[in-house]
């Protein structure tokens, strides 16, 4: 769907959109994925094996949920040549992105010997769920699984339906998986956070999905560690008259081939820009494979009249990726507060991002980027505080602890106290 609005029409339009990415709310699946929640929680594999048997159109024979040795092996003679060099090159600068993500522990001294620190424990297992269906994901696998290596997770599994893509087999095996298991959906989410016969309990997922996948991890949330609930991507771009039209056309469509509920904006100050990417818009999409799914995602053409403005928008949008196609993008970036990614300038499609440049394509969605930050190393790290006091330090403190104590009427609280220097 192309919508176009100017003037006071923008913030209408954008009022409904907020309101329309939003992830709040109930959902009618909500029922199914309860429902198949308690069925893996219950029946373990046997309900696994079921609905892949169900929902994928595949039999999954019992033993068989865990992808052998041998299969992964044999992948590599599946995928395109070049593909391992391009990985490869994705691999190194992901991971020297998110190496400068990792902080130190500390402890400090105080007087009488007060000790305080932080220790930074990385998690045991994390569980990575890649998703099939209408894509190939291996950029996805290096995304979630680079930066809990970087962290020093002990363990790395990995949940895809079936079958699953030789191109994923083989970004698993690359970064350091530890085991792959063909199960996908809402139950892929349950088996990883209860565990099964064949599937390891997890402390935390990562990885994006369709609603079921999104939903399950909503309702999962406290059994097992969720990094974020994934709407529906999506992109703003702000652009000037010294933008291009056949980038800007080119980059709302790429976002717009993720997915029927994609939304793709454009938020300018050139009037002569809406025609120009409309133009674009309806002869580039001629060439691509998805127009069926482009045509199903939602693009949005604004005109404003400054770029004041268009930021302000931008911020109240909280878009997933924001580009800035204007001349000299760096004049605004410090006003933009909302947004996952910044993309400066024409030649920074959200594309390059995606796969190779290097930090974290796994971003807030559905607005969340007003709190929320992208997937990094800090997601699969633990942070413990630590007290030490000595006798002479907790003397020097005691009766502060005990009056506050009894401020909020917990009188066992001074009691521990003064219990140590009766």
């Not at 299969?71 to 490869?88: Q, R, S």
């Not at 792959?180 to 599937?199: D, K, N, P």
């Not at 990094?376 to 413990?384: M, S």
Request: net charge neutral; aromatic share 6%.
């Amino acid at each position: 769907m192309l919508k176009i609005a100017t003037g006071a029409d923008v913030d209408v339009e954008v009022k409904k959109l907020i309101e329309q990415k939003s992830l709040s709310g109930e959902f009618p699946e909500e029922k199914v994925v309860k429902e198949i929640i308690g069925r893996v929680r219950k029946e373990g594999d046997a309900a696994l094996i079921e609905y892949s048997r169900k929902f994928d159109g595949v039999e999954v024979l019992p033993g068989t949920i865990r992808i052998t040795e041998d299969a992964i092996k044999a992948a590599y003679d599946k995928v395109k040549l070049g593909f391992l060099d391009a990985l490869t090159k994705a691999i190194q600068n992901i991971t020297a992105f998110h190496k400068k993500q990792k902080n130190d522990e500390w402890f400090e001294t105080l007087p009488l010997d007060v000790v305080l620190g932080q220790r930074l424990v990385p998690l045991e297992r994390v569980g990575v769920y890649v998703p099939g269906g209408r894509a190939t994901y291996p950029s996805s696998v290096v995304m979630n699984v680079v930066p809990a290596k970087v962290a020093g997770v002990k363990e790395i599994i990995l949940a895809s339906p079936p079958p699953i893509s030789p191109y994923v087999l083989v970004a698993a095996k690359e970064v350091g998986v530890n085991a792959i298991y063909q199960v996908g959906g809402a139950q892929a989410i349950a088996a990883m956070a209860y565990g099964t016969e064949s599937v390891p309990q997890v402390d935390k997922i990562v990885g994006p999905g369709n609603i079921y996948v999104m939903l399950a991890k909503k309702q999962l949330f406290g059994v097992v560690g969720i990094e974020s609930l994934a709407g529906p991507s999506d992109v703003l771009i702000i652009a000037d008259d010294d933008a291009f039209p056949e980038f800007i056309a080119a980059d709302l469509l790429a976002q717009a081939e993720h997915g029927p509920g994609s939304v793709a904006i454009l938020i300018t100050t050139s009037k002569g820009m809406i025609d120009g990417v409309q133009k674009e818009l309806a002869s580039q999409k001629t060439k691509l494979k998805r127009q069926e799914i482009i045509e199903k995602a939602d693009i949005y053409l604004f005109h404003v009249e400054s770029l004041g403005k268009a930021v302000e928008l931008s911020n109240r949008i909280a878009p997933e990726h924001l580009g800035l196609e204007i001349g000299s993008p760096q004049r605004v970036l410090e006003k933009v507060k909302n947004a996952g990614a910044v993309f400066l300038g024409p030649h920074s499609p959200v594309a390059v991002g995606d796969y190779i440049a290097g930090p974290n394509h796994v971003l807030p969605t559905g607005g969340t980027a007003r709190f929320s930050s992208p997937l990094g190393v800090y997601d699969f790290i633990k942070h413990q505080s630590i007290i030490g006091y000595t006798k002479p330090a907790l003397k020097n403190v005691w009766k502060d602890v005990k009056f506050l104590s009894e401020i909020e009427g917990l009188d066992g609280h001074g009691h521990s106290m003064d219990v140590r220097f009766s």
